[in-house]
Nanobody
Framework: DVQLVESGGGSAEAGGSLRLSCVAS????????MGWFRQAPGAEREAVAG???????AYIDSVKGRFTISQDSAKNIVYLQMDNLKPEDTATYYC????????????????????????YGQGTQVTVSS
């Protein structure tokens, strides 16, 4: 089975930075994409950033220029560097894995999240104070 373990969340002041990590372990396809999603209390989960196995990335408009997604494919780790944090970034952040091409498509709004693999981690909480 596949396990996803997110870490790196915490509290930060507006303008601060946090770096999230997600380690994926277990069997899945040799080529895959990874992405970060977030869910704030009372809100729907939204895609934040995605990265494909060729290194191509996608971001939602609200985080462009502030967040950077990267990966260590050899170690099955995806990172989310979050700079210039804003209070509206407060949420629980989750990583997902999926077929090649799907993660960035989900972020771009051209594919549905349900096309990703059905594996979920426990998430990591990010709280940004003003």
């Amino acid at each position: 089975d596949v396990q996803l373990v997110e870490s790196g969340g915490g509290s930060a002041e507006a303008g601060g930075s946090l770096r999230l990590s997600c380690v994926a372990s277990g069997y899945f396809a040799s080529s895959y994409c990874m992405g970060w999603f977030r869910q704030a209390p009372g809100a729907e989960r939204e895609a934040v950033a995605g990265i494909e196995n060729d290194g191509s990335t996608a971001y939602i408009d609200s985080v462009k220029g502030r967040f950077t997604i990267s990966q260590d494919s050899a170690k099955n780790i995806v990172y989310l560097q979050m700079d210039n944090l804003k209070p509206e970034d407060t949420a629980t952040y989750y990583c997902r894995v999926g077929p090649v091409g799907v993660c960035t498509a989900v972020v771009a709004g051209t594919a549905r999240e349900r096309f990703l693999y059905s594996y979920y981690g426990q998430g990591t909480q990010v709280t940004v104070s003003s």
